[in-house]
């Protein structure tokens, strides 16, 4: 099928949403069947930046959550099979259900494929297992979500004729670096100075001299790919040891020779970038130049929302980003909500970024990722950064709150209430990583759950869940989200997870664990 033609069976099957989105939202005891597809499919080459990538197919496992609809049955699909106990773990979570109820509702697939390459397009190499999960769906009551939206996964829906809830991969380019400072610039949103997209590094040099030149006090810049992720494709190029050659000190092209020669000095996010790696990747993804947003105390704030089956714009969430890296522009993990002095100003500029999407056929899931610098007396100032068209790091806590509580934004104070009117409040990471935790078995991650009852308590509400439960073993790397009943009390409750953690790591208890008087069975 020729694209064009594949995009337009594409979109005529989504018009089916319509009718069935919501059952993914409430629990209205409508019957669906959900297929989730956690490919990773972008780039994978920068995704191999990520450590223990081959796991992330586990963060959209807040969507088994979804069963406590006792009329609602899952599929999900892997790369490699996902380990019992943590199936359990995700199913034990579900309160009033029981769990043989919500089990019997869940059917699992795996490619049995760790190769680098996309989950859809594992499947769609396996005719015989896409008619197996064809056969397994009731195609009038069905839909499927995903990580993000591609080609692949447009071939997919096609393939087993059931509508898939996302952006049309030909509308991705919204989710890129230059495709986010276009739409900011026609939100008529403020965003920092910057370039289109360019595809050498030449072309590169020459957008850095402009944009200095534009901005002659400018002191650093970052460089990014246009399809980079989780900060892991940023670099910054500092100017001030390039004064010499600064606006009104040298010519045009000297500037440009010179910029062109600092690229392969500039401070990379990624810990095992190269100038030569990311140069070949520009002809291959280009690249964009942006200022550096400067600032004695700054904060990287997010907000969350989607576009409905029927256009509809509603703002989700509001999150005060957590960055690492050299330069802090690696995202680590999140708080919610943001602070107050900004958190309804995020979602007045998050509205009207989603009003654009949606003008342009976006479908569900986007984010908006801003920096915010601090101007005294309780004002900020707000740039908006960059979209992310897809699930992102702050999708699955957020989620994770909402399907466990089943209560309800409220865009006035931009704070979440539980059913039970209680403000909620969480801090969550994907990025809890350290040597100390490699080789704990996700069986072992339950028993020190359970001993120290770390759970989440759907009684109090209140506690931590956990995520990427796979990555433990090898890369000794966990995610988690602990929500509390204040700002504080989630950061208690998180970091009692990671004392409880170092404790049962240490050298001490690791030897303890090899002595437990388990009751093996006789014979």
């Known amino acids: 099928m020729a694209a064009f033609d594949q995009i337009e069976a594409f979109r005529n099957l989504q018009l089916k949403l319509r009718d069935r989105w919501k059952t993914s939202e409430f629990f209205d005891n409508s019957e669906a069947d959900i297929l989730i597809i956690p490919s990773l499919s972008i780039d994978q080459r920068e995704i191999r930046k990520v450590e ?45 259900i029981p769990f043989s109820h919500a089990r019997n509702r ?7 494929d760790s190769a680098l390459k996309p989950l859809s397009q594992k499947i769609l190499e396996r005719p015989r297992l896409l008619a197996r999960i064809r056969q397994a769906l009731r195609l009038d009551k069905a839909f499927m979500v995903c990580y993000n939206s591609t080609f692949w996964e ?81 670099a910054l190029l500092d100017l001030r040891p390039l004064q010499d050659i600064a606006p009104g000190q040298a010519s045009h092209s000297q500037r440009v020779t010179a910029i062109s020669d600092r690229f392969s000095t500039m401070r990379f996010q990624a810990s095992q970038e190269t100038w030569a790696n990311f140069a070949s990747r520009i002809p291959e993804l280009g690249a964009i130049v942006e200022a550096y947003v400067e600032g004695d105390i700054k904060r990287s704030p997010s ?45 007045q500029l998050g509205l009207k970024v989603g009003k654009k ?48 509580t089943n209560g309800r934004y409220d865009l006035s104070t931009g704070l979440f209430y539980s059913q039970q009117g209680r403000p909620k409040y969480y ?28 759970h989440f308590d759907s009684g109090t509400e209140t506690g931590t869940v956990f995520h990427l439960m796979g990555c433990l073993s090898q890369f000794g790397k966990l995610g988690l989200t602990s929500i509390g009943d204040s700002p504080q009390h989630a950061e208690d409750i998180y970091h009692k997870v990671v004392k409880v953690l170092d404790e049962e790591t240490s050298d001490k208890n690791q030897n303890n664990w090899l002595f437990c008087d388990y009751p093996f069975p006789n014979g």
């Open 52 to 96: 223990g990538f081959e796991h992330y197919e586990e963060r959209l496992l807040f969507s088994l959550i979804r069963l406590r609809n006792p009329r609602t049955r899952l599929i999900y699909v892997t790369s490699i099979p996902l380990h019992p106990s943590i199936i359990d773990y995700y199913l034990q979570l579900l309160p009033g």
């Open 106 to 112: 869940l059917l699992l697939f795996s490619t049995y």
């Open 154 to 234: 447009a071939e997919l829906s096609l393939q087993l004729d059931i509508p898939l809830y996302a952006a049309a991969p030909d509308l991705q380019i919204w989710g890129t670096k230059s495709g986010s400072r276009q739409i900011f610039s026609e939100s008529n949103v403020p965003h920092p100075d910057g370039s289109d997209r360019m595809w050498d590094a030449l072309d590169l040099a020459e957008a850095a001299a402009n944009l200095w030149e534009r901005q002659p006090s400018l002191q650093r810049m970052v460089v990014k790919l246009n399809e980079g992720i989780s900060g892991e494709g940023n």
């Open 303 to 347: 907000v969350q929302g989607r576009i409905t089956p029927v256009g509809e714009v509603e703002i989700l969430s509001t999150h005060d980003q957590i960055l690492g890296g050299p330069d802090g522009q690696i995202y680590l993990g999140c708080k919610f909500p943001a602070d107050a002095s900004y958190r309804v100003e995020l979602q």
């Open 357 to 404: 999407l949606a003008e342009k056929g976006a479908l569900e899931r986007f984010g908006v990722d801003f920096v915010a610098v601090d101007q005294g007396n309780n004002q900020w100032d707000i740039q908006t950064i960059e979209i992310n068209l897809r699930k992102g790091g702050t999708t699955h806590p957020f989620m994770t709150l909402k399907l466990l």
């Open 427 to 454: 801090i969550a990471t994907d990025n809890l990583q350290k040597d100390r935790y490699r080789g704990l078995l996700p069986n072992d991650l339950m028993d020190i759950i359970a001993h120290h009852r770390l």
